[in-house]
Structure formats: structure tokens, C-alpha cells
């Protein structure tokens, strides 16, 4: 079964850190690009980061020395790190997967972060 299976969100203080990760199954996972997005309440979603099959990482400016991502391919995961988090950070975040050939673009179903004293 082709699925993409977040965990890791919860609610945290601001200035603090939680580590999301992202299982995937199904799929050929070391050449895909996996990424994490994020939205808030009546915004659209957004790009957080992103990793490709070579490692190559981008990100948004407002995660940039905040947050990293990276993945284990023998673990089939990706996670992200998020540490000083704020409360704009409060959102969904969502795990994504791109094919090699851009032909299959996976979502999960989220995962709820709260940032909040």
C-alpha cells in the first residue's frame, strides 16, 4: 500500500523543539524528493522544506536556522527538526513525496503542531 504516515506533532512552549517524521511505504523512497509543508487556519499551504534523492536541501526564510530536515533511507523516513518555535509556526504539517519522473506526488494526512504557553 503506497502511503506517506506523519507523527511527531503535539503542543509545545514557544521557544521550544519536536521533531516530526514521515514513513513511507510502498514507494521507491530514496529517489524521491520528500518535503514538508505546513497549513494554518485560513491560509494556504506552504512549503517548509524540502530534501531530494542527492540530499539537496531547501528552505522557506522563515524556517532558515530554525528548522532542518533530513531523511534515512535505510529507515524509509524523513524528519524534520523544529527548534525555536514560535507561535506562527502553529499549523498542520504535512509530509510529501515526489517521484524521480515527477509522475507521483504523495501526501499524508498531517500531523497538528500548536506552538503556545
Known amino acids: 500500500q503506497v502511503r506517506l504516515v506523519e507523527s511527531g506533532g503535539g503542543l509545545v512552549q514557544p521557544g521550544g523543539s519536536l521533531t516530526l517524521s514521515c514513513g513511507a511505504s510502498?514507494?521507491?523512497?530514496?529517489?524521491?524528493?520528500m518535503g514538508w509543508y505546513r497549513q494554518a487556519p485560513g491560509k494556504q499551504r506552504e512549503l517548509v522544506a524540502i530534501i531530494t534523492s542527492a540530499y539537496t536541501k531547501t528552505y522557506a526564510d522563515f524556517v532558515k536556522g530554525r528548522f532542518t530536515i533530513f531523511r534515512v533511507n535505510a529507515e524509509r523516513k524523513v524528519y524534520l527538526r523544529m527548534n525555536s518555535l514560535k507561535p506562527e509556526d502553529t499549523a498542520v504539517y504535512y509530509c510529501?513525496?515526489?517521484?524521480?519522473?515527477?509522475?507521483?506526488?504523495?501526501w499524508g494526512q498531517g500531523t497538528q503542531v500548536t506552538v503556545s504557553s
Open positions: 510502498g514507494i521507491s523512497f530514496s529517489g524521491y524528493t
Open positions: 510529501n513525496g515526489v517521484s524521480e519522473s515527477g509522475e507521483f506526488n504523495l
